[in-house]
């Protein structure tokens, strides 16, 4: 089971990225699917980071919170943070198939990095409604 | 799960090592890390226990160049082989493209062999997908050490226990020296991109 995004909806993702989030001082942002693959990446030039290993693993990473999620009750838990010295992490669930993952540094608060994430979700979601898979669990 | 992205125009192929602990699937990895590197740039992703085995998985992404005018990015994971890990192993298969099973040769590893590709199709079920419907070749590995004189699983044997049914490529190999590895990886690319081509058209 495969699945396709046009030029026309990159570029609205893209766009949504990048006037929530990369122009209010994200430094890096990624729309990754499930599998680990990549679907769109920004970021604001100054840091290159391996976006192929880290989507693999935050995948991986919110796949595993998910699963402890559900041995503790709970059905998922949406969102998840790390933090750092420098440099922090901040994962959103968009639907079952996609996650927005946002690396920022300390002089955004997390508090306005949550909103703006969820400014994005929603705009996001009508974006990739028509193509969440039906037959890939 | 293929991602096709049309305004770069790349396909990102998921392959996924599976097989019973100790096979040998971090070992086809390395080899392939080892022997490609003036291609591969990227690092390869290891989550390890302290025992060095490996935890969660192994991750080496890397380009195979243009095919019908797409970029191919491909993607290689191992699973955690040790029955106990099996939660992990599932989050792995999530959006598989191709399996390599890999089998360990041993004579002593004949049931955890079939127990391991029997785990396999479960864990593919919860995804609605099998070993029926998904592209994926066998690696008989370790076949060198029936050299030193330790009991193997005779090739005849491996495709009775492994591959009735299914009749699917296979490949008796040596992960560690190297021997049949690009063989096995060809193999899969060619027949998941096929797949993906055939689904796109």
Known sequence: MSYTLDQRQLDRIEDILKADLVDNGVRCVFLIDMAGNIITHLDNGEKQHDIYSLAALAAGNFGAVSAMAKIIGENEFSLLFHKGKKENIHFNKISSEFLLITIFGNEISLGFLRMKVAESVEQLKEVLAPLVPATDG | ?201
Request: hydrophobic share 40%; aromatic share 8%; glycine share 6%.
């Open chain 2, 1 to 201: 799960m293929a991602f096709i992205n049309l305004k770069n125009k790349i396909i990102q192929v998921k392959i996924v090592y599976y097989g019973p602990g100790r096979g040998g699937k971090t070992t086809n990895l390395e080899y392939i890390h080892r022997r490609f590197q003036e291609r591969i740039h990227a690092e390869m992703v290891t989550v390890k226990t302290h025992g060095d085995r490996t935890l969660f998985f192994d991750f080496l992404p890397f380009d195979i160049g243009l095919i019908h005018g797409y970029r191919i990015k491909v993607q290689l994971y191992t699973v955690p082989g040790q029955p106990k890990y099996n939660a992990t192993r599932k989050l792995v298969l999530r959006g598989v493209d191709g399996i390599v099973f890999v089998a360990d040769s041993m004579a002593i590893c004949r049931e955890s062999n079939m127990q391991s590709l029997k785990n396999l199709q479960e864990n593919l079920a919860a995804y609605r997908k099998s070993l029926e419907s998904v592209p994926w070749v066998l690696q008989y590995n370790k076949i060198d050490l029936a050299e030193q004189g330790i009991p193997v699983l005779s090739v005849e044997q491996l495709e009775r226990d492994l591959n009735r049914g299914y009749g699917r490529p296979s490949f008796p190999a040596s992960a560690l020296k190297g021997v049949n590895v690009a063989a096995t990886l060809k193999k899969i690319l060619s027949l998941a991109v096929t797949s993906i081509r055939d689904e796109m058209m």
